[in-house]
């Protein structure tokens, strides 16, 4: 982390800025981060036209710029997989060379999503359109899942069931990850990652 001596910054993503509840949630958020000696950036910290695409894009570039680390929700959000906006913040702190954690309230495979909405058969690494699916036992895109393995951690809920709404509002799963993370960060080490800043 940059800033050991300081403050070390947290980005909170996740699709739970398109719940009602999001400004609450976030709040909650920063409050867990800061029982943890940590200080969270909610996407929704600032103020913002509704039509303001381009400047909520370069606030959240601001706030992933300030950001030591990031923990995202990585739970599957209208469809199979996690909200691609929360992906694009992973990829970029990734990118950074930053600790990347992530939490999901998903605990099957990727593949198996795949295989339980119909999309293949149940024993098929291929799906209807005869297009490869993943089979390497992640809970998301390669790529993701390894951004999380290599530099942060991984913290699964099962919730399946559960009404999304309330799934994204539980915070046992982010709560068990910003403790991770501030023990990482506390103990001054870090995940050796593949990939350079």
Not at 91 to 111: C, E, I, N, Q
Not at 125 to 133: E, F, L, N, P, Q
Not at 175 to 184: G, M
Request: include cysteine; glycine fraction near 10%; hydrophobic fraction near 45%.
């Amino acid at each position: 982390m940059n800033r050991m001596s300081a403050e070390t910054f947290v980005y909170l993503a996740g699709p739970e800025v398109f719940l009602r509840r999001a400004k609450e949630i976030g709040r909650e958020k920063k409050e867990i981060c800061r029982e943890f000696g940590l200080v969270g950036l909610f996407p929704l910290d600032g103020e913002f036209e509704p039509e303001g695409a381009r400047a909520i894009y370069l606030a959240n570039i601001g706030l992933l710029r300030r950001a030591d680390l990031i923990i995202a929700n990585m739970t599957p959000f209208r469809g199979l997989s996690m909200d691609v906006g929360t992906a694009f913040e992973m990829g970029f702190m990734a990118a950074r060379g930053k600790p990347v954690f992530g939490y999901t309230h998903a605990a099957d495979s990727y593949l198996d999503r795949v295989r339980s909405a119909g999309l293949a058969e149940p024993t098929s690494t291929v799906d209807r359109d005869g297009s490869s699916i993943e089979d390497f036992g992640l809970r998301d895109n390669l790529m993701m899942a390894c951004a999380v393995e290599l530099t942060g951690e991984l913290v699964v809920q099962d919730m399946q069931g559960c009404p999304l709404e309330k799934s994204l509002g539980d915070l046992t799963a982010f709560r068990e990850s910003v403790r991770r993370a501030a023990a990482l960060v506390l103990s001054g080490r870090k995940k050796a990652a593949t990939h350079s800043a």
